[in-house]
């Protein structure tokens, strides 16, 4: 068999758990197995970077913050090649320059265009366990860039894709794919299994267990994915196209999102137009816009608020407020304290009553809601952030635990 697999940042954080990250790979390839790695930065290095970028610039250029970035994953995987060696497992390190990762040029957030998998190739045919970077990549012009937080993901399954390989393995600190954030619901459950849209629904809802482009791109390839853990050997959760009683599962998880900011624009015209002229602006300054609300006009008022990453809060805060007398509106509110609490499943969209039983939770559990967003596997709701852990043990309980 072919197998890529991926180590996150707390599995190799230490030497001690290089190591033993070190020993699965070695088995690995022992029972015979091509083995490819893909490795995070050790621990929290690429936040300790980005501290120390913004210890000596409040704004550093992209370019730069990757360049810095990128030596993360370049330490994991020559102390990982090290270990291997030093248990008689032949390995080799490779940056993403070297395997050909070409990805579009947006630093801190660029998509892989190609990859060239004849070095990869050729080290495997050598017998050699091959350890690939993580996260990173190079643009057009031949300078680093990262994929976004998380990407390390991606890389493990674009890689699988490209390498026809039979299974992507992603180990982290969690046992697999459970029903909520196990850390912030203790009663959460360990799914077997899940499939990739609903994956992708959760991952991109806020379970950060998934980067979610890397779900997008096993769904788009066909590439099977198992998440399991690098502290105990167990089966962990496989992700696929379809999964055993599909039809039966009404909710397959929950996801909570807190980077996430709201903006409210207060006494806007209630005349045609005016929704663009405002989407138009965050368009223009590429800020992703997610829920959208707009009130029932008052005599000839209205408002709108709506939800934008909240690293992006600043920026779109400046750019609507210059064009406050183009837009006309009376004043802009903006909060972060605020939440996106989903749940997500396939099977809702033939149950009616999903919505019922979530709103049901939260006002037992005294929790106000700002806005509400669903589709055909998902509900959102917008809630305060201190409200946050006790509506997602509140609607878990009603949902996994009655
Ligand atoms: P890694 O460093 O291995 O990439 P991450 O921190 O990115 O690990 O992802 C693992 C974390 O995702 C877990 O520690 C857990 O707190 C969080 N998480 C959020 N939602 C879920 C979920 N539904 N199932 C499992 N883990 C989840
Ligand atoms: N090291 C990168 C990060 O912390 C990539 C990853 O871990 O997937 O975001
Ligand atoms: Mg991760």
């Known amino acids: 068999m072919l197998i890529v697999q991926k180590f996150g940042g707390s599995s190799v954080a230490d030497t001690a758990k290089l190591r033993r990250v070190a020993g699965i790979i070695a088995d690995a390839k022992n029972a015979g197995n091509d083995v490819i790695v893909v490795l995070s930065a050790q621990g929290d290095t690429t936040d ?34 090290m270990a291997l060696q030093e248990m008689g497992v032949p390995a080799i390190s490779l940056l993403g320059w070297q395997v050909r990762l070409r990805t ?28 690939v970077a993580g996260f990173q990549g190079v643009n057009r012009r031949g300078d680093m860039t ?17 390498m026809h390989a039979d299974l992507c393995q992603i180990y982290t600190d969690v046992e697999g794919v459970y029903t909520a954030d196990p850390r912030l619901v203790p009663t959460a459950k360990k799914l077997k299994e899940i499939t990739y849209d609903e994956m992708l629904e959760l991952a991109s809802m806020g379970a950060q267990v998934l980067h979610n482009r890397s779900v997008e791109l096993a769904k788009r390839y066909g590439v099977p994915m198992e998440v399991l853990s690098s502290y105990v050997r167990k089966p962990g959760t496989i992700v696929k196209e379809v999964t ?50 707009q009130s029932i006009g008052r005599g000839n008022t209205k408002d709108i608020s709506f ?8 920026h779109a805060g ?16 903006v909060t972060d304290k605020i939440c996106k609490l989903s749940v997500v499943g396939a099977g809702m969209i033939n149950r009616p009553g999903v919505a019922s039983l979530m709103f049901e939770a939260l006002a037992a559990a005294q929790v106000n809601i700002h806005m509400i967003s669903t589709s055909e596997i998902k509900i959102s709701v ?21």
């Open 244 to 293: 055993k009683g599909m039809e039966e599962t009404k909710i397959s998880g929950i996801a909570r999102d807190d980077k996430i900011a709201r903006i409210a624009l207060v006494g806007l015209k209630d005349e045609p137009g005016i929704a663009y002229k405002v989407f138009r602006v965050l368009a223009r300054e590429k800020i992703n816009v997610d829920l959208i609300l």
């Open 48 to 81: 300790d970077l980005i501290a120390k970028a913004h210890e000596i610039s409040p704004e550093p250029t992209r370019r730069d913050l990757d360049m810095l970035m990128v030596t993360g994953e370049q330490i994991s995987i020559s102390l990982c090649a």
């Open 382 to 402: 917008l809630i305060d952030q201190e409200a946050a852990d006790v509506a997602m043990r509140a609607v878990h309980k009603k949902f996994f635990e009655e």
């Open 146 to 162: 990262t994929l976004g937080r998380g990407g390390s993901d991606t890389t493990a399954v674009a890689i699988a894709a490209k």
């Open 318 to 333: 400046k750019a609507l407020s210059a064009e406050q007398d183009a837009i006309g509106f009376e004043h802009i509110n």
């Open 104 to 131: 579009s040029s947006d630093y801190g957030s660029a998509r892989i265009r190609s990859l060239d998998t004849e070095r990869i190739r050729q080290e495997l045919d050598q017998g050699k366990v091959v350890l």
């Open 307 to 314: 939800t934008i990453p909240k690293s992006e809060l600043e």
